[in-house]
């Protein structure tokens, strides 16, 4: 027996393949029989003497098996033939099934219903099209807020989809001079209230006068947060919590965390063990709690929120900018006017698409899942245990879907369910087929009864990604705006999306706001160099790019496992030193390239199958990131005595020449954090943080010369 074909054929419907199959498809040589399962056809052994002997002998009679099964709201077909012969047809026969099964099942990409919410119930209107996401969302406390929000953020994302030569103009210049009016009451204000909330109060308890604006109710989260404790120390390096505080956010550390991806269609140099990596993600935080302290934070230092506003438009003039908003139970209108305007809100952020031209994103996770509050019988998972990426199929419907299982506080376990997607007008990618599977396929990943489980929330979003070549090619800011988080738009094949970033990068996005607030250097020259960029990630976009299937197009249904197992079993191999540092995005230039060439040398048809996914162009594109790569980790190598002569020579250059001082200081981050490699922390056992120690090096400098302060309204 020999397998000969394998397809994935995008539709749920299994049933109507059968029936197709069994009723309408005729192979062009043969003699058709129906199976439960499919067909057999029945081919010639050449003349009637050969067929006895084959016979006699025991040998099988030549025939090819054509089965269907359905997993993950999918079709899968599998060709096999019986009979150790082979026959002049069978290759005419199976080039006419993959022919008529695509002509017959293509891929489709269902649009957005359009609903009328002054009509009925956001329940009534998607009941039709998306049963089961409908059905449990009932179930979920604040489920039809959710599920409208879902439709919000999908409606919204497919209209920048479609219309990126238009983006809706929300960032004003004014020409007018502002010098007889008062200074502005805010130093900052933030526009998204959960990566924003982080930053905002850090630069809070420096001091500034900072105001939040958030859209939804402040602390409402539709995600959960992850993080591991090398990480989560940077939040108290800063000074932002306690460590008691720091405990209490957290709501389970796992003993390990498991990689495994779908590999029974492999070759076997594509097959993998399981990845192991105790120290990646394992501690599960409450992201509501966190949003409660920074917002305690935030206010004891002064800083107010206004939640429930929505964002309009912002003027930006010569010293100030003015930001337009609404608050939505009321309707009324608010403005505000402060020193620098910081864009936090995430994906959907219109300032980042009129920024980039409507180009905002190169690609996007469409990430579905919720938190379980309890309901899965015994056994089916340890709550010591997480499932950091894993796939229990093959590409569906032309997306590789990927789960990640979180264990939660008592016994709550937190699933997502994502892929990696290629933004294309026709296909932006769903939200709402991607809880419909959901909630369909999760006893497929994780044994258990839907209608057993208690649901908390549900947890969602679009998680942006840009292929980048080097720092500037994205624009994150113009004269007094900067773009932080998700809506910076960085992006990682593995755990590098907007939280990972923001807190990894924290020390170096603050310290030089709070740099370039000081000096006023809130210009767009300055701002671009703030930005969590790292030239070490920036060049494994090519990876994720093989892990998304474009649109209208067919690839091997096991091929993206076959990738992402090469990789993860040259990882499984490594001291798990490496993999730690690899997952969390601090993957150097040597580790990088020795991967990289073990993964060629041990599958060198991945070289192919990139090729095929990527072209020439995207390839070109990556030799420029690589190339950006290694010199910029060369660069990084020769001066990584500058960071340390730069902090030396603060106090004296800072005074005389801040606008030098600040591109110094950017570059020397740009040595340290932006190839993956963050110096140590100054904090320690009450030691000065970077920020504050750099302050208080200025105060003393400043004193000494006998110039006045750099003055700070507030």
């Known amino acids: 027996m020999r397998q000969l074909l394998y397809l994935e054929i995008p539709t749920p419907n299994t049933d109507a393949v059968r029936s197709w199959l069994g009723q309408t498809f005729q192979p062009c040589a043969g003699a058709k029989r129906i199976t439960p399962d499919g067909v057999c056809i029945e081919l010639s052994q050449g003349n009637p003497s050969e067929a006895s002997d084959a016979s006699a002998s025991g040998n099988l009679p030549l025939e090819i098996s054509i089965f269907v099964w359905a997993v993950q709201r999918t079709t899968y077909l599998k060709a096999f033939r019986w009979g150790e012969s082979t026959s002049p047809e069978e290759r005419q026969i199976l080039a006419q099934l993959e022919r008529d099964v695509r002509d017959r099942f293509p891929n489709r990409y269902p649009e957005l219903p359009t609903i009328d919410l002054t009509q009925q119930t956001i329940f009534d209107a998607l009941a039709p099209h998306y049963p089961l996401t409908v059905k449990y969302f009932r179930r979920i406390p604040n489920g039809e807020y959710d599920l409208t929000r879902v439709y919000w953020w999908e409606k919204r994302w497919r209209e920048g989809v479609r219309t990126p030569q238009q983006p809706r103009q929300v960032v004003f210049s004014t020409p007018l001079s502002s010098s007889s009016l008062p200074s502005p009451p805010y130093d900052l204000i933030y526009i998204g209230g959960a990566l924003g909330v982080i930053h905002a109060a850090v630069m809070a308890r420096l001091g500034y006068r900072v105001l939040l604006l958030e859209r939804m109710p402040f602390g409402r989260m539709n995600r959960e947060w992850n993080i591991s404790r090398q990480e989560l120390q940077t939040l108290l390096d800063l000074g932002l919590f306690t460590p008691a505080e720091c405990e209490s956010m957290i709501a389970r550390e796992y003993v390990d965390g498991f990689h495994k991806f779908f590999d029974a269609n492999n070759p076997p140099q594509c097959k993998a063990p399981v990845l192991h990596t105790p120290t990646v993600l394992n501690v599960c935080l409450d992201a509501e709690q966190l949003l409660r302290l920074c917002g305690e934070k935030l206010r004891a230092a002064g800083g107010e929120i206004w939640d429930e506003t929505e964002f309009q438009q912002v003027e930006i003039g010569s010293d100030r900018v003015t930001v337009q908003a609404t608050q939505l139970p009321t309707g009324q209108s608010r403005t505000a006017v402060g020193r620098l305007l910081v864009d936090a809100m995430g994906t959907a952020s219109p300032i980042a698409w009129q920024l980039n031209g409507g180009q905002a994103f190169s690609s996007v996770c469409p990430t579905v899942g919720a938190v379980i509050e309890r309901g899965f019988a015994p056994g089916v998972w340890d709550s010591r245990y997480g ?60 044994r ?158 991945l070289l192919l199958w990139i090729w095929e996914l990527a072209g020439a162009r995207d390839l070109l594109r990556w030799l420029g990131s690589y190339v950006n790569f290694t010199l910029t980790a060369l660069v990084s190598w020769l001066l990584q005595w500058v960071p340390d002569l730069a902090r030396r020579l603060q106090p004296w250059l800072e005074s005389r020449n801040p606008a030098l001082w600040f591109r110094l200081l950017a570059w020397s981050y740009a040595l340290t954090y932006g190839v993956g490699r963050p110096p140590k922390p100054a904090r320690s056992q009450g030691k000065l943080t970077p920020i504050q120690a750099a302050k208080e090096a200025l105060a003393q400098s400043l004193a000494e010369v006998n110039t006045p302060a750099t003055h700070r309204d507030s």
């Open 448 to 605: 258990c009864d839907l209608d057993q489980l208690v649901w908390r929330k549900a947890t969602f979003g679009y998680i942006p990604g840009h292929f980048s070549i080097r720092s500037s090619d994205r624009k994150i800011a113009v004269d007094r705006l900067i773009a932080i988080g998700d809506a910076a738009s960085l992006q990682s094949p593995l755990v590098f999306t907007g939280f990972g970033s923001l807190v990894r990068n924290l020390p170096r996005l603050t310290d030089l706001l709070d740099t370039a607030l000081r000096h006023d250097l809130l210009t767009a020259p300055y701002l671009s160099q703030i930005r969590a960029f790292q030239s070490n990630i920036a060049v494994t976009w090519l990876f994720s790019k093989g892990m998304m299937v474009p649109t209208h197009k067919f690839i091997a249904p096991e091929r993206v496992n076959s990738m992402l197992n090469t990789f993860f079993g040259i990882l499984a191999g490594e001291d798990p030193a490496v993999a730690d540092r690899f997952v969390k995005d601090r993957a150097g230039w040597v580790p990088f390239n020795r991967m990289a060439l073990k993964a060629a040398w041990q599958n060198p048809s």
């Open 387 to 446: 499932d950091v990426l894993n796939s229990h199929g093959d590409i569906s419907r032309g997306r590789q879907l990927i789960w990640e299982l979180f264990p939660g506080r008592d016994q709550e376990l937190t699933f997502y369910l994502f892929h990696y997607h290629q933004v294309h007008p026709e296909n932006p990618g769903s939200l709402l087929e991607m809880y419909e599977d959901f909630f369909a396929i999760l006893p497929e990943y994780r």
